[in-house]
C-alpha cells in the first residue's frame, strides 16, 4: 500500500493533470446513484412509456392507476392487462386518449377523443351524468360488449360511480366512431367536433381501439372538475398498489 505522504503525492499530480476529475467524480455521485427500491411499478411503466412527454398529464394517470387498481381488487375487470386514459384536461386538438398495456408495459394507441358538444368548445370544462345533458362524464367505467348500432360498430361502457357516470347505459354513452374526429377537422378550425356526450375516435381507427379494449377493461376519462376530485369515493378508497 502506498504511505500517507505518497498517496497525497500521487492525488496531486492526478488533479493537476485532470482538473475536471473532482468535478466528474461527484457528477457521477449526485446524477447516476439512486434508490431503485423506492420506485413503484406505476412509476417506472410512466417514465419508461414517456406519457408525461406524450402530453399525459401525471395526476390523471395516478388517479387512473388508484381507481384501476380498486376495479381490480373488486373484480371487476375481467381483463386486467389493459388500462385506458382519456385526458380531458388537455384540448381535443391533442391526443389525449391513451390505451395501455400495464402488464407488459406498452403504449398501444395514443389518438384522438371527442368530448361532449356541452362540455365546452376546444376543452371539456363543464360533466354531468345527466340524460340529455350531452356532457361527458368524468370517472371510471368498464368496458362491456360491442354492438352494430347508429354509429355503426360500437362499444357499451358501463360507469361504477354514482352521481358522476351511473348512467352511462341509460344515456347510451358508448365508444363509436365519428367523422369529425380527424386531424383535417383540428387543421380547420382548430379543435375537434363534439359528440353527445360520447368518448368519440376516428374512423381510421376506432376498430382497433375497441377491439383491444372491449370486455372487461378499465376506462378512466379524466376532467378538470373540483366536485368529482373532492367526492369521488373511488379516489378515496383503501387499496394495495401494485409494487
Do not use: W
Not at 56 to 74: D, H, I, P, Q, S
Not at 116 to 131: I, Q, R, T, V
Not at 160 to 181: C, K, M, P, T, W
Amino acid at each position: 500500500m502506498l504511505k500517507p505522504a505518497l498517496y497525497l503525492i500521487v492525488l496531486f499530480i492526478l488533479l493537476n493533470i485532470y482538473p475536471g476529475a473532482s468535478k466528474v467524480s461527484q457528477t457521477v455521485r449526485k446524477d447516476f446513484y439512486f434508490d431503485t427500491g423506492k420506485l413503484t411499478s406505476q412509476d417506472i411503466l410512466f417514465d419508461t412509456l414517456k406519457l408525461g412527454k406524450l402530453g399525459l398529464g401525471r395526476t390523471a394517470y395516478e388517479y387512473a392507476m388508484l381507481g384501476y387498481n380498486v376495479l381490480k381488487a373488486k373484480g371487476k375487470l375481467q381483463n386486467d392487462k389493459i388500462l385506458s386514459i382519456a385526458d380531458m384536461s388537455l384540448p381535443s386538438s391533442k391526443k389525449r386518449l391513451f390505451v395501455i398495456d400495464v402488464k407488459n408495459y406498452k403504449l398501444l394507441f395514443v389518438t384522438y377523443v371527442a368530448h361532449g358538444k356541452n362540455s365546452g368548445l376546444d376543452k371539456a370544462l363543464y360533466f354531468s351524468n345527466e340524460p340529455e345533458s350531452n356532457k361527458t362524464s368524468v370517472g371510471f367505467y368498464t368496458t362491456l360488449n360491442t354492438y352494430n348500432g347508429e354509429h355503426g360498430y360500437s362499444l357499451r361502457i358501463e360507469g361504477h360511480e354514482i352521481g358522476f357516470n351511473s348512467n352511462a347505459l341509460e344515456r347510451d354513452i358508448v365508444v363509436h366512431s365519428a367523422n369529425y374526429v380527424d386531424e383535417s377537422v383540428v387543421r380547420r378550425q382548430g379543435y375537434l367536433g363534439r359528440s353527445l356526450g360520447c368518448p368519440a375516435l376516428s374512423p381510421e381507427i376506432f376498430k382497433q381501439v375497441i377491439e383491444k379494449i372491449k370486455g372487461g377493461t378499465c376506462l378512466f376519462i379524466y376532467g378538470n372538475d373540483g366536485s368529482y376530485i373532492t367526492n369521488s369515493k373511488m379516489l378515496k378508497q383503501k387499496v394495495k398498489m401494485e409494487k
